[in-house]
């Protein structure tokens, strides 16, 4: 059996000696760096040091080692090829058939709290990238491993057939650019961070795999679920599901707009939401009159629902959300005796996550064919508006309670996006609508004789009076939205006309 030559240098250790040993068996000689090399010698294996290999030390406090042409000649040439083979000869440099090399720890380093921009650039790994990229572009030739889960299936190939398959060692390629490619994407973003660049020249991000999805929105759509490296706790995408069939495309859709809703609370609440809409939010005293006022808000439409809640799971709340067929729950924590309760429903996912995260500065990604919309998550609240009452009359107190209700829903329902409230409540919801009127005489329908004394919220401004006037005839006796039409003074008459209290915002919220 021919000398083959293996370089490894890894940052992740695991598996790596017994990978080191296996080799060794195959009649490979293993070349190394730093604690690697040390590694690999402590468990009594032969080992060449890459200084050895190059006639030159590691300098400059080892950043720089492996950046030379005994090595990258090595990974580079091909060694199929007889002018190749003929300067390797001439400058004696031996040729890599194998290279195992994982990267400096930056994920993990700028994962910490109190990281230092020192700390950070000096684990931003130069010459393991520049040997993976080398490999993986000589692929042909040499056999490229990133990920300890492929030390297997490179040494039963080898031990097979005396050598990898070209299929294995394409694929191991791919896998290289995508480790590398992500690498720098995460160098990229922190940098650009630091620079505050809203809107660099090139955007690139970088996601890891979460889980593998049966299909997407429909069957016959193929789907995955990824996740941001070092992205929001406070998400749907590392939330922990405690029981439950695997999350569908739908599924967590849903789950992530009912948690962007219930984020919107301190107080107790409940969110039940169905195809990205809210279809009932209650506040209460305790999570059990929350739910209880969500659950009333719209009995019908909860039936296969979401539900966020922002309070422990007790056993009175598991057992009322236990007579509904819903899809999912998702809460901070559960009682023993919730769980016992609601994990007797084999397929109802329980997720949790914890609730105690500050807004991060991601922003939302909406992709088009061909292309990507950027922009903040709409964050801005009540707090952020420029308030101003343009009717003879106020809103009383307890109509602006509703009010708030109403405008911290109304920016989570996809446009044209009308709620109406009571201040503990939504009483109806109209979404989507083509028109503002059309979304006002849904939300109104649904409210029913309810609509009698409360309160509406629309996304955007009213571009004539009859949503104003459909309201007054329901009842409707408050009205919160952004104003700025340029027949704002039609709905300002018609609200007086029928002594409809009306804030304007200055702050619009379409939801696409």
């Known amino acids: 059996m021919t000398k083959k030559r293996a370089l490894i240098s890894v940052s992740d250790k695991t598996g790596i000696v017994a990978f080191a040993k296996e080799l060794i068996a195959l009649d490979f000689e293993i070349i190394s ?3 690697t090399k040390n590694a690999i010698a402590e468990a009594g294996l032969p080992v060449i040091s890459v200084s050895e290999v190059t006639g030159f030390p590691e300098i400059l406090e080892g950043r720089v080692k492996t ?3 005994y090595i990258h000649g090595g990974l580079l040439a091909k060694v199929g090829d007889e002018n190749h083979k003929n300067q390797l000869a001439e400058h004696h440099i031996t040729p890599i058939d194998l290279v195992c090399v994982n990267l400096y720890p930056f994920q993990q380093t700028i994962a910490k709290s109190d990281v230092s921009f020192e700390d950070a650039i000096e684990n931003i790994d130069i010459g393991g990238p520049s040997m993976l990229r080398a490999a993986a572009k000589n692929h042909e030739y040499v056999t490229v491993v990133v990920d300890p889960a492929d030390y297997e299936t490179v040494l039963t190939e080898w031990k097979t057939n005396g050598k990898t398959e070209y299929t294995t060692r394409r694929r191991l390629a791919a896998k290289v650019f995508r480790h590398t490619a992500a690498y720098d994407a ?5 940098m650009t961070n630091l620079t505050e660049d809203t809107t660099p020249e090139k955007l690139t991000v970088t996601y890891e795999l979460k889980q593998s999805l049966r299909y997407g929105e429909n069957p016959h759509q193929k789907a995955a679920f990824y996740r941001k490296p070092l992205g929001s706790a406070f998400s749907i995408a590392n939330a922990k599901q405690l029981h439950g069939k695997e999350l569908s495309y739908n599924n967590i859709n849903d789950a992530d707009a009912a948690l962007q809703i219930v984020k919107e609370f301190n107080e107790p609440a409940a969110v039940a939401v169905k195809h990205m809409n809210p279809c009932g939010i209650g506040i209460g005293e305790n999570i059990f009159t929350a739910f209880e006022k969500a659950f009333s808000a719209d009995p019908v439409s ?59 500065k991601e922003m939302r990604l ?3 064919e061909g292309g990507l919309l950027v922009q903040d998550f709409d964050r801005n609240g009540i707090d952020e508006a420029i308030i101003s009452i343009p009717t003879k009359r106020e809103p009383s107190e307890a109509e602006w309670e509703a009010l708030k209700l109403g405008w911290k829903v109304v920016k989570h329902v996809k446009s044209n996006a009308i709620v109406i409230t009571s201040k503990e409540s939504t009483l109806g919801v109209g979404a989507g609508q083509m028109n503002r ?21 629309s996304d955007a401004f009213f571009p004539m009076e009859d949503t104003v006037e459909v309201a007054a005839k ?3 006796t408050a009205i919160i939205q952004p104003g700025g039409s340029i027949r704002d003074a039609d709905s300002i008459k018609k609200a007086d006309e029928y ?12 939801k696409h």
């Open 33 to 35: 760096t730093g604690g």
């Open 67 to 69: 950046l030379n042409p």
């Open 186 to 190: 995460l160098i990229a973003e922190y």
């Open 302 to 360: 909860i039936f296969g629902g979401i539900i966020a809640l922002n309070r422990e799971v007790d056993e009175a709340t598991a057992q009322k959300l236990h007579e509904i067929f819903l899809e999912i729950i998702i809460a901070p924590s559960y009682s023993d005796e919730a769980l016992r309760i609601l994990t007797s429903k084999k397929n109802l996912r329980l997720l949790t996550l914890p609730f105690n995260e500050a807004h991060t």
């Open 366 to 368: 909406t992709s088009i």
């Open 437 to 457: 009127v059309g979304a006002a005489k849904i939300a109104l329908e649904q409210a029913g004789e309810k609509a009698n004394g409360a309160a509406l919220a």
């Open 474 to 476: 329901a009842g409707i």
């Open 499 to 510: 002594g409809i209290a009306m804030v304007f915002t200055g702050i619009r919220h379409f």
